[in-house]
């Protein structure tokens, strides 16, 4: 049985474990607000679950469509290679799922508009 497609938000990760706090308290606020899609998230360094147990996670539960979506701004070591090397990795090992690698947050049409509101110039 398939379930929702499945969003995991994929952040950089921190020493501290208040990121994973933060983390994990947005992705149940998007869960709570996005109808018909199961929110998670996970971390590139230093938190669990990292992206390959957050993917393996999801395909336990049935997940037969997985969008990653990287909370990165700029186009960075991590956003240029290590996390196209990994995605590419796990589609090599689930090759029956749907994985698709969004485009950082960063890179989004309404990220200009979204920083001119949050700095208080809308």
């Known amino acids: 049985m398939k379930t929702n497609p499945v969003l995991i938000l994929l952040g950089h990760g921190s020493k501290t474990q208040k990121t994973r706090e933060e983390m994990s308290e947005l992705a ?10 199961t929110v998670t998230f996970a971390f ?8 390959s147990q957050a993917v393996a996670t999801a395909i ?13 701004f700029f ?7 290590d996390i196209p090397a990994l995605f590419e ?3 090599a090992r689930y090759p029956g799922v749907n994985l698709s690698l969004r485009e950082p947050v960063g890179h ?13 110039f809308a």
Not at 44 to 51: A, E, F, I, K, Q
Not at 60 to 65: C, P, V, Y
């Open 60 to 72: 336990q539960a049935g997940a037969g469509e997985i969008h990653v979506l990287p909370l990165f």
């Open 108 to 120: 989004h049409p309404g990220f200009f508009d979204f920083l001119r509101q949050a700095g208080g």
């Open 75 to 81: 186009s960075g070591k991590h956003v240029l290679e």
């Open 89 to 91: 990795e796990l589609r």
């Open 28 to 37: 149940a606020n998007l869960q709570n607000t996005s109808e018909g899609l």
């Open 44 to 51: 590139l360094t230093l938190l669990d679950p990292d992206l």
